[in-house]
């Protein structure tokens, strides 16, 4: 039996985005304060965001393997309590801090009971000024890490990614996006504390807290734990990248592969461009969602790939447009070719009112539910506080999404999402597919992993 779509109500208009209460002050040692109170779950989200770039292309590689290390052994004691100390100190007050580093930053994260928020706040302020990265605990973490490294080396759409930030940045940090095993390996404490003291530093940092809190108690429980946090200097950002557009495309040959992993990607604008509303929008109609045109056309109407997708991200010293499919080896040239047609009518022909509003419903949407946890409003202002937003830029940006016409769209998919606007990067088996790419464009081969 057919059901009657009339009996579907109509969909309501998007609820306004609420901006959090955020109450923020400075640290005298340079530290950033974001507080936002939230009652009604007891739980308060801890984020705490340390600028951490590399900041030049001579100095990547070994930064990159040395805080890939760091972000764990940083857990391993301080000069009061050891590894297990820390830890159980931590589990008293429903809190276990997790530690990763990206191209930007070193983010400390956690969530924990509203009474456990100075001693949590005592036991990071230990791991900051006090970590001691024991030598032979070092050891065993580089190799662990090694090892992993060594393994996501092998995936092919971690070689993609490689390939595609290598011919996208050059000589920019930004193209190491995972170190080497050997320089992880090398990795010991001397260089850990080194590491640490001269960059792990409060001065640029962001501290934001989300929760059940007394703002003014909050402010003063961090003063007492964080103000002895000193560092000489300021936190290091990435330079600018570096606008290259290399033409056609790099096949990084595996040779055996049954599929070939796509990846296009090139400048997009950052938070603070007017552009950006526009552009995410015609991401989502591109392929940033699954009601997009690249879904309907190569995975639902040719069965080319199960989940390619698009997406606008951002980092601290440029934007991206990224669009990746991983694809049968032999349907990789139509693939490539369906994919380039689907950006060029983006940029040829207008977007109809209903994708539009289809478009800008999931995007606020999405952002409404991003930010209705604590912690995912806790990890969203960091983002944004860590880019040098205010928390107001919420219900900015919303607005923004809603003025955002047809004619913007396509204005802007004629200058970010042209075919001639983003590098291409293919890893698959070159006796298979360089001929058929090479219909479409230049094909450059370059040795890779085999299967």
């Known amino acids: 039996m057919t059901p009657d779509l009339s009996l579907i109500p109509p969909l309501g208009e998007p609820r306004p985005q609420p901006v959090p209460t955020a109450v923020e002050s400075t640290l005298p040692n340079g ?10 779950v007891p739980l308060v989200e801890l984020r705490l965001r340390v600028p951490f770039a590399a900041t030049t ?10 805080g890939a290390v760091l972000s764990g052994a940083v857990l391993l004691g301080t000069t009061s309590h050891d590894k297990t100390a820390v830890a159980q100190l931590l589990q008293g007050h429903g809190a276990e801090i997790s530690v990763a580093t990206g191209p930007d930053r070193l983010l400390l994260a956690t969530t924990l009971l509203p009474a456990g928020l100075a001693p949590v706040l005592g036991v990071l302020a230990e791991l900051l000024t006090g970590a001691t990265y024991p030598d032979g605990e ?7 890490v090694a090892e992993q490294i060594a393994i996501a080396l092998s995936q092919p ?32 404490g001397d260089a850990l504390r080194d590491l640490h003291r001269t960059r792990v530093l409060p001065a640029g940092s962001t501290l934001v807290l989300v929760g059940d809190l007394d703002p003014d108690a909050a402010a003063d429980a961090v003063a007492a734990a964080l103000g002895e946090w000193t560092g000489a200097g300021h936190a290091v950002e990435a330079p600018p990248v570096p606008d290259l557009r290399p033409a056609g495309i ?5 040779p055996g592969a049954v599929q070939s992993n796509i990846r296009l990607g090139g400048p997009a604008p950052g938070r603070t461009d007017p552009d950006l509303p526009a552009v995410r929008l015609a991401n989502m109609i591109y392929g940033g969602y699954f009601s997009s045109r690249l879904v309907e056309n190569i995975r639902e109407n040719k069965g080319y790939t199960y989940s390619p997708r698009s997406s606008v991200d951002h980092q601290a010293a440029g934007s991206s447009f990224l669009v990746e499919a991983d694809v049968a ?15 060029g009518r983006m940029a040829l022909l207008p977007v109809t009112e209903a994708e539009l509003d289809g478009a800008r419903r999931y995007v606020l949407g999405s952002m ?3 930010t209705a946890t604590h912690a995912g409003l806790a990890s969203t202002l960091s983002a944004l506080v860590g880019a040098g937003l205010p928390p107001g830029w919420l219900a900015e940006h919303q607005q923004a999404l809603a003025e955002v016409t047809v004619e913007q769209v396509q204005e802007v998919s004629r200058r970010y999402l042209a075919s001639t606007a983003l590098t291409a990067v293919v890893v698959g088996d070159a006796d298979r597919v360089a001929e058929p790419l090479g219909a479409l464009a230049p094909v450059s081969v370059r040795p890779g992993a085999p299967q």
């Open 138 to 144: 070092v050891e065993g973490e580089r190799d662990r």
């Open 329 to 343: 080896t032999e349907v990789t040239g139509p693939a490539l070719l369906e994919t380039w047609y689907e950006l």
């Open 31 to 40: 530290l950033r304060l974001v507080l936002v109170p939230r009652p009604g």
């Open 250 to 254: 790099e096949l990084v040959n595996r």
């Open 57 to 66: 292309a001579t100095d990547a590689a070994l930064h990159t393997a040395r």
């Open 157 to 188: 759409g971690v070689i993609a990614r490689e390939a595609l930030a290598a011919r996208r940045y050059g000589d920019h940090p930004y193209a190491i996006t995972l170190p080497a095993p050997d320089l992880v390996s090398a990795v010991d």
């Open 368 to 370: 409404a539910l991003s």
